[in-house]
């Protein structure tokens, strides 16, 4: 059992985890502007900003999945009421994937519609895949019953972390779908990263049924 001291002690801590957090996904999230270039060149300015509609995409694209990752992420930490080390561990391995969504965006961005797209596509989806499986490692443990004293605020078979596991199941499947359609098309690959942005950003839906 926790004492009260002991569990203020824990709550302070978990607090300090998601602030530190939230301070990493600001900085992601503002780093991705870094791409949209001002133009300078001879060309017309309307015609030079409509040439650079790849960076438009791909920066609207992985602002809206950095934010909706950090939605997930403060929806996670909001069901937990104390962290242990592998779970910091787990979540600064999350943090890395989020930390490196700048450079593959600027990566889609500078060579969309060019011979490199769908390279560069791979590499976009692919760290989509290694975040996705980073945020269902640190879930997994963190709602696992093996935990003593638990995690979590509520029960481990409760609906909404059944609701939870139901929906983050789906995350590597679907990107590492991404990442193979990007051996064909680029544009279908970017396309399915922003579908699942969107499908994330909904909250999973609490079911009673059982999930392993």
């Given at each position: 059992m926790i004492d009260a001291h002991?569990?203020?002690?824990?709550?302070?801590?978990?607090?300090?985890v998601e602030a530190f957090s939230d301070g990493v996904f600001a900085i992601a999230i503002t780093l991705l502007v870094l791409d949209l270039k001002v133009p300078r060149g001879p060309e017309p300015l309307a015609r030079q900003l409509l040439d650079q509609w790849p960076s438009y995409v791909a920066f609207l694209t992985s602002f809206g999945t950095i934010g909706i990752m950090w939605l997930n992420h403060h929806r996670l930490f909001s069901l937990m009421h104390r962290v242990d080390h592998l779970l910091l561990v787990l979540n600064g391995l999350?943090?890395?994937?989020?930390?490196?969504?700048?450079?593959?965006?600027?990566?889609?961005?500078?060579?969309?519609?060019q011979p490199g797209a769908r390279l560069a596509a791979g590499v976009y989806s692919g760290i989509f895949v290694v975040i996705a499986i980073f945020f269902n490692a640190l879930w997994r443990y963190a709602s696992s019953?093996?935990?003593?004293?638990?995690?979590?605020?509520?029960r481990h078979d409760s609906a909404e972390v059944h609701a939870i596991h139901a929906q983050y199941r789906m995350g590597p499947i679907f990107y590492l779908l991404a990442f193979v359609l990007s051996f064909w098309s680029a544009t279908a690959s970017v396309a399915v990263c922003a579908g699942l942005a969107l499908f994330f950003a909904i909250p999973p839906r609490r079911q009673t049924a059982g999930i392993s």
């Open positions: 002991g569990s203020a002690q824990a709550e302070r801590e978990t607090g300090r999350l943090l890395l994937g989020v930390t490196i969504t700048p450079f593959p965006t600027a990566l889609v961005a500078d060579h969309f519609g019953p093996r935990r003593a004293p638990s995690i979590l605020k509520v």
